[in-house]
């Protein structure tokens, strides 16, 4: 297996980056720190609907940067696709969202946290963070399998479903076996406040720890760096100060 070091020159000493198969069946991109450094917990990442891009990649270096190993699974690789095509960007990913299926996506997942497990990273130790649809891969994750943590930023398929076997978050919320931390913007046009309210009780009857902070003045996609129009970067910056701070108190606590 090839590795190579990140390409951007001040992480190239820090990071390692590898692309693997996740249990020699799904494509994955992996970002470490330095072999010299062992990790402090290992994080699945799940993209938003534009799939792998350098953006998503940015924020596996962003937890890199924080002490964990990243592994970013590539949920439109039965496709032939990391990304799509970027001069469509969001145009183009909505339709490529919807030839998802809940099977695939857990199984994509679920070979992310088995390659992080057969890393020597158990279940105190695995956390999922995830955006626009990916938030909700990370919750669903949360309900279906134990985890020390899940993030979802502006999840939603929140009172219907997004994909075949993969029901609204709604119904999952009540169902987390893991503390869970929502972030969601209070513009959001894909997302409803009365959405987000529901959901916020929704997970406090789980009995997990859970937390959902809103942001007023933001919408969609708030923490897209790489699209000026929907980033606001003061949200951005505290929904990430929360993310390391949950992360903190939640991976690897006994």
């Not at 990391?82 to 994509?108: C, K, N, R, Y």
């Not at 994750?141 to 609204?168: D, E, I, M």
């Not at 869970?180 to 046009?189: A, C, H, I, T, V």
């Given at each position: 297996m090839a590795v190579m070091t990140a390409e951007a020159n001040e992480k190239q000493h820090r990071h390692l980056r590898t692309e693997v198969s996740a249990r020699d069946r799904t494509p994955a991109t992996v970002i470490a720190p330095a072999a010299d450094d062992p990790p402090r917990g290992g994080i699945v990442v799940i993209q938003d609907a534009r799939g792998i891009t350098p953006y998503l990649l940015s924020v596996c270096y962003d937890l890199v940067d924080a002490g964990y190993l990243t592994i970013a699974p590539h949920l439109y690789h039965r496709d032939g696709l990391?990304?799509?095509?970027?001069?469509?960007?969001?145009?183009?990913?909505?339709?490529?969202?919807?030839?998802?299926?809940?099977?695939?996506?857990?199984?994509?997942?679920?070979?992310?946290?088995?390659?992080?497990?057969d890393a020597g990273l158990g279940t105190a130790q695995t956390a999922v963070i995830g955006f626009c649809m990916g938030g909700t891969v990370a919750?669903?994750?949360?309900?279906?399998?134990?985890?020390?943590?899940?993030?979802?930023?502006?999840?939603?398929?929140?009172?219907?479903?997004?994909?075949?076997?993969?029901?609204?978050?709604?119904?999952?919320?009540?169902?987390?076996?893991?503390?869970?931390?929502?972030?969601?913007?209070?513009?959001?046009?894909?997302?409803?406040m009365a959405d987000i309210t529901d959901l916020r009780a929704a997970a406090a009857r789980s009995g997990q720890p859970t937390e959902l902070v809103t942001y007023p003045g933001a919408g969609h996609a708030f923490h897209s760096h790489d699209r000026p129009a929907v980033h606001r970067p003061e949200a951005a910056a505290d929904a990430w100060r929360r993310t390391l701070a949950f992360l903190d108190r939640h991976v690897g606590a006994a």
């Open positions: 990391a990304e799509v095509d970027p001069t469509d960007s969001w145009a183009g990913a909505i339709p490529q969202m919807g030839t998802l299926t809940g099977d695939g996506i857990h199984a994509d997942v679920n070979d992310c946290l088995d390659h992080l497990s919750l669903a994750t949360a309900a279906r399998r134990p985890l020390a943590a899940a993030v979802s930023y502006y999840g939603g398929a929140v009172s219907s479903p997004a994909w075949p076997g993969v029901p609204p978050l709604l119904d999952l919320a009540p169902a987390l076996q893991s503390p869970w931390l929502g972030l969601y913007g209070e513009e959001d046009s894909m997302i409803t």
